[in-house]
């Protein structure tokens, strides 16, 4: 058996890695981890002043309803095709630790995911998350890049 991570985030460079895997990789016995890291920035006001928990609360719980939402639909393709799968979600860490990470405890044995193309200027400033995993990841990764529409 055959055991992938699937990272996705919600944006069409991911969905369009999971559509080309699902069309030119997938079979029938395959294992799906299907991945999410949340990130999300609390604001939480100026330091020493009080924090509003309500508002921290409720940028959590949209945090988490995305994720939900994103992993769920994945998974519910997954099962209309016949392949077993299953969701992790991860916060807390850089998307690229997280995926490296989860990809060595769940014993994966390729990794798939999209790219944002971002430019030089952009990789030196926020880096790039399919970079670091190419470079550091202990198994195969294919890199899907959407073509130019």
């Known amino acids: 058996m055959r055991r992938h991570l699937i990272a996705l985030d919600g944006r069409k460079p991911a969905d ?8 030119n990789f997938a079979r029938p016995d395959d294992q799906v981890v299907i ?4 990130l999300f920035q609390l604001s939480i006001a100026l ?20 994720a939900n939402t994103i992993t769920q639909n994945a998974n519910e393709v997954l099962k209309a095709k016949g392949i077993r799968g299953y969701i992790i979600i991860k ?4 998307p690229e630790e997280a995926i490296l990470l989860t990809a060595e405890e769940e ?9 944002r193309d971002l430019n030089s200027l952009e990789r030196v400033f926020i880096g790039s998350v399919s970079t670091n ?17």
């Open 47 to 66: 330091p020493g002043a009080a924090v509003n928990v309500d508002a921290v609360s409720k940028q959590v719980q949209e945090a988490m309803d995305r």
């Open 133 to 149: 995993v190419v470079r550091n990841a202990k198994v195969p990764v294919t890199i899907v890049k959407m073509s130019p529409s």
């Open 107 to 115: 014993k994966v044995d390729h990794i798939f995911m999209g790219t």
């Open 16 to 23: 369009y890695a999971f559509e080309w895997y699902l069309e």
């Open 91 to 94: 916060s807390g860490m850089k």
């Open 35 to 38: 991945f999410h890291c949340s």
